[in-house]
């Protein structure tokens, strides 16, 4: 699958991954347009506001509606900061393109987090590459979004589609893990014991 996308570069070399546009066309129009692409370069626009490396991302507020393709070698500062962002009520929803790195703690600690999990059918290809991604992905999704059904129902054309706040196994113990102090019983939707 090959798909002409919009830049999102952060690093030299390995770290580039560009938003396939034709993949997340379907998710803009779902949600009525992304207020904020906080990890966006320069020739991005996919989102009202665009966010780029010399503004920095994880030192703006976030808001509204947001589309995130971080860069993968910091991809843990970022869910974080997203999550955080989200529980603190700033944004509306996300909607995080990542690798799926189950194997990774950044997985484990930040992926687990979200109420949706689309793990996306075969390898994209991002733009300015000859060859499909290093590793399967994943989108993941916060918020309003995993309600809507339009969203609900392209991500379950594109993959794998697992609602995980629905599953939630020990959300106490797994939030004080990454986020001691924080009570999973005040976190909307958590069914902590």
Same mark, same amino acid.
């Given at each position: 699958?090959?798909?002409?996308?919009?830049?999102?570069?952060?690093?030299?070399?390995?770290?580039?991954?560009?938003?396939?546009?034709?993949?997340?066309?379907?998710?803009?129009?779902?949600?009525?347009?992304?207020?904020?692409?906080?990890?966006?370069?320069?020739?991005?626009?996919?989102?009202?506001?665009?966010?780029?490396?010399?503004?920095?991302?994880?030192?703006?507020?976030?808001?509204?509606?947001?589309?995130?393709?971080?860069?993968?070698?910091?991809?843990?500062?970022?869910?974080?900061?997203? /999550? =955080?962002?989200?529980?603190?009520?700033?944004? $509306? %929803?996300?909607?995080?393109? +990542?690798? *799926? @790195?189950?194997?990774?703690?950044?997985?484990?600690?930040?992926?687990?987090?979200?109420?949706?999990?689309?793990?996306?059918?075969?390898?994209?290809?991002?733009?300015?590459?000859?060859?499909?991604?290093?590793?399967?992905?994943?989108?993941?999704?916060?918020?309003?979004?995993?309600?809507?059904?339009?969203?609900?129902?392209?991500?379950?054309?594109?993959?794998?589609?697992?609602?995980?706040?629905? /599953? =939630?196994?020990?959300?106490?113990?797994?939030? $004080? %893990?990454?986020?001691?102090? +924080?009570? *999973? @019983?005040?976190?909307?939707?958590?069914?902590?014991?």
């Amino acid at each position: 699958m090959t798909f002409e996308a919009v830049g999102h570069v952060y690093e030299e070399g390995d770290d580039k991954h560009d938003t396939p546009v034709e993949f997340v066309a379907p998710l803009i129009e779902a949600v009525g347009g992304f207020d904020l692409d906080p990890s966006a370069s320069q020739s991005s626009d996919l989102a009202e506001r665009n966010v780029t490396k010399d503004e920095d991302g994880l030192s703006t507020p976030w808001h509204g509606d947001v589309w995130l393709n971080p860069p993968y070698s910091g991809v843990s500062d970022w869910l974080e900061y997203g /999550r =955080d962002e989200y529980y603190r009520g700033a944004v $509306d %929803s996300i909607i995080a393109l +990542v690798f *799926a @790195r189950t194997s990774t703690q950044w997985f484990h600690n930040h992926a687990t987090t979200a109420d949706l999990a689309c793990f996306v059918e075969g390898r994209l290809s991002f733009a300015g590459s000859d060859h499909s991604a290093p590793a399967p992905s994943v989108v993941l999704v916060w918020g309003d979004a995993a309600g809507n059904p339009d969203v609900v129902e392209y991500l379950d054309s594109q993959g794998f589609l697992v609602e995980l706040r629905d /599953r =939630d196994v020990g959300a106490q113990d797994r939030l $004080d %893990s990454f986020a001691p102090g +924080v009570n *999973a @019983r005040e976190i909307p939707g958590s069914s902590a014991d």
